[in-house]
């Protein structure tokens, strides 16, 4: 028999039973209404059922109501943000379903302190950048950095130029958790002035020699099938991503629904470059 407290059944069972019952109802509320299901929906939907979860079983997990994860499935509300983070939690979505409550609380898949480039690189613990023309410039040298700015900022003053090394040279120095995975043409090394050249290459077997860096070169006359500005690919440290592309005017931020496409343009160029041992190798000999 099951045991009773103020008239109250307690069987487990008998309360499951009520709850998938009233989950039932509200599945026909939530059609009669015509909840529009949000990029939230789709994807607390698609990763419960990944995980193998009812929805009860879900809530139970989350600490949240049975009927509040089926509204927040139909599409009629969204959660509060502490309840979008038990939701991703309980399923071990590693942010991915923070990010599209975000997205469709805001229009951004990205929290608002990471939709500049400083803070992505504050909060972000892998970086994965592809330049198809010039060393990426975390990894460059003082002389290398120079020569770049100079060309790009034909009328700068020296004392300007000087803040510009600065700030890029000392960039990953001061990101001391940051690990960092480079693809670039050998001909972003070899094409500069041998003496430039020099003090490049030294500074980029300093980084690798302390293990965040990992170069790997594309080879002469293997094409980097990327667009022609540099694609940074920043794993957060909440698990999400942020996609940076570099321009001449400034960074942009893409949206989360580019990812995919953009990252795996980097798939791509990491495909065509060199293991990591073979791109040192490279490198010595180029000195």
């Known amino acids: 028999m099951p045991s009773r407290v103020g008239g109250r059944c307690?069987?487990?069972?008998?309360?499951?039973?009520?709850?998938?019952?009233?989950?039932?109802?509200?599945?026909?509320v939530g059609t009669v209404w015509g909840m529009a299901p949000?990029?939230?929906?789709?994807?607390?939907?698609?990763?419960?059922?990944?995980?193998?979860?009812?929805?009860l079983q879900l809530a139970n997990r989350s600490g949240t109501a049975p009927s509040s994860v089926n509204r927040w499935e139909k599409?009629?509300?969204?959660?509060?943000?502490?309840?979008?983070?038990?939701?991703?939690?309980a399923l071990d979505a590693n942010g991915e379903l923070l990010a599209a409550w975000r997205r469709s609380a805001t229009g951004s898949g990205l929290p608002e302190w990471a939709r500049d480039l400083?803070?992505?690189?504050?909060?972000?613990?892998?970086?994965?950048?592809?330049a198809p023309s010039l060393v990426p410039g975390y990894l460059q040298c003082e002389a290398y950095a120079?020569?770049?700015?100079r060309a790009g900022h034909p009328l700068a003053s020296t004392e300007e130029l000087d803040r510009l090394v600065e700030l890029r040279c000392g960039r990953l120095v001061e990101l001391e958790d940051l690990q960092v995975t480079a693809v670039f043409p050998v001909s972003a090394v070899s094409g500069v002035p041998q003496s430039v050249r020099r003090r490049q290459i030294d500074h980029l077997l300093e980084w690798a020699a302390t293990e965040r860096v990992a170069v790997h070169l594309v080879p002469d006359g293997t094409a980097l099938m990327v667009p022609t500005s540099p694609?940074?690919?920043?794993?957060?440290?909440?698990?999400?991503?942020?996609?940076?592309?570099?321009?001449?005017?400034?960074?942009?931020?893409h949206e989360a629904d580019t990812h995919d496409r953009i990252t795996s343009?980097?798939?791509?160029?990491?495909?065509?470059?060199?293991?990591?041992?073979?791109?040192?190798?490279?490198?010595?000999?180029?000195?």
């Open 10 to 28: 307690r069987d487990s069972t008998a309360f499951s039973r009520i709850m998938e019952f009233a989950v039932r109802i509200w599945n026909r």
């Open 38 to 55: 949000t990029l939230f929906s789709d994807a607390l939907t698609k990763f419960r059922e990944l995980a193998g979860f009812t929805q």
């Open 75 to 89: 599409g009629g509300s969204l959660p509060k943000r502490d309840n979008a983070e038990r939701l991703d939690a």
């Open 118 to 130: 400083d803070a992505i690189e504050r909060g972000a613990r892998q970086l994965s950048i592809a």
């Open 146 to 149: 120079r020569a770049v700015f």
């Open 231 to 253: 694609l940074m690919v920043f794993k957060l440290r909440s698990g999400e991503l942020a996609v940076v592309s570099g321009h001449a005017d400034g960074n942009v931020v």
């Open 265 to 287: 343009w980097f798939t791509s160029a990491l495909a065509a470059s060199l293991p990591v041992t073979l791109s040192l190798e490279v490198l010595g000999n180029l000195s």
